[in-house]
């Protein structure tokens, strides 16, 4: 009974139906954008407080559509995941990503992580831990240089299996770290049992950090528990000098945000110098 009345309300509702078929019009382009060439990848810059260097990038997914012209990954990847379409696109990003940071190794620019997101859907994969090695070879990317950012939502998986997939990653010889930190499930005793390297504070305790006494508690202390499990901590959404000098007072190891850079091309990153040139 509950199939015939949600068809019910679709048949009744003209407005649900819009977007029923919108959706599986967007989901039929999806499938031809990556033959199409109509993905690119922009790159964030992560700068280390201690160096003042730029240490790692974000690769972040952008569609570049014929009609509808740049939609946001918060439009597609969700769309992508429910169809399964995140697998194939997610290989390219990571494919694209490395290769980049290849060539921008091979070029003389400072050793340098490049972060990839990964979701949960294709954490499940059972060849997950094959592609990425795959990958690796192919591009010939040194495994230090590649990060992958998994969410607290992998771990609703099956516990075995994620420890085990984490273990050959890391074996692999990259780093993970956790994105939108603090956002997720409750249990923080992943924390123990994973093996990564570094924790995002996610962008929504960062904004308020230096107006809210909530916010600043919850960002020095998730600051103050990954320093005392031995994690990299970085935050995100940087957006102010003023939020930029309270991570750094609390000893935050990273940053990333609009006040070092927005997302910017490949080529947009070495014109201006985000990274350095070291030889
Ligand atoms: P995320 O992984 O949390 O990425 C950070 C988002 O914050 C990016 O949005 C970035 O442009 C934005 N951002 C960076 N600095 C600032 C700042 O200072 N202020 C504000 N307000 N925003 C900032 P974007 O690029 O639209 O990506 C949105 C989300 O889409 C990402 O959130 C990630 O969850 C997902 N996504 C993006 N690329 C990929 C991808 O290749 N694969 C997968 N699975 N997901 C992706
Ligand atoms: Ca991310
Ligand atoms: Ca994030
Ligand atoms: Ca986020």
Redesign the pocket.
């Given at each position: 009974s509950k199939e015939i009345n949600r068809n019910t309300y679709e048949f009744f509702n003209p407005v649900m139906s819009v977007q029923a078929s919108e959706r599986l019009e967007v989901a039929q382009e999806l499938h031809k954008a990556l033959d199409r060439n109509e993905f690119v990848?922009?790159y964030?810059p992560q700068l280390h407080f201690e160096s003042g260097q730029i240490t790692g990038v974000?690769?972040?997914?952008?569609w570049q559509h014929p009609r509808r012209g740049m939609v946001?990954?918060?439009e597609f990847?969700p769309l992508?995941?429910e169809t399964g379409m995140?697998v194939p696109?997610?290989e390219w990003?990571l494919r694209t990503?490395c290769r980049q940071n290849k060539a921008w190794q091979d070029a003389g620019y400072g050793p340098m992580r490049v972060a990839?997101?990964?979701?949960a859907?294709?954490f499940k994969q059972s060849n997950i831990v094959q592609k990425v090695d795959e990958i690796l070879q192919e591009t010939g990317l040194k495994p230090e240089y590649l990060e992958l950012?998994i969410?607290e939502s992998i771990s609703m998986q099956n516990a075995d299996y994620v420890i085990e997939t984490l273990d050959q990653l890391n074996r692999l010889g990259i780093q993970i770290s956790i994105?939108?930190f603090g956002t997720g499930y409750s249990s923080l005793s992943y924390l123990r049992d994973f093996p990564i390297h570094r924790l995002?504070i996610?962008?929504s305790f960062?904004?308020d950090i230096t107006a809210s006494d909530g916010d600043a508690v919850i960002a020095a202390s998730i600051i103050a528990m990954a320093r005392s499990l031995n994690l990299e901590v970085i935050a995100?959404?940087?957006?102010t000098e003023k939020q930029f000098e309270f991570l750094l007072s609390k000893g935050c190891n990273e940053m990333?945000?609009?006040?070092i850079s927005?997302?910017l091309p490949a080529e947009a990153i070495t014109d201006r110098l985000l990274i350095n040139k070291i030889t």
């Open positions: 990848l922009v964030q974000e690769a972040l997914v952008r946001s990954p918060v990847i992508a995941e995140i696109i997610g990003v990503a990839v997101n990964l979701s859907y294709q950012e969410t994105d939108d995002k996610d962008r960062v904004n995100e959404g940087v957006e990333q945000g609009y006040f927005k997302p």
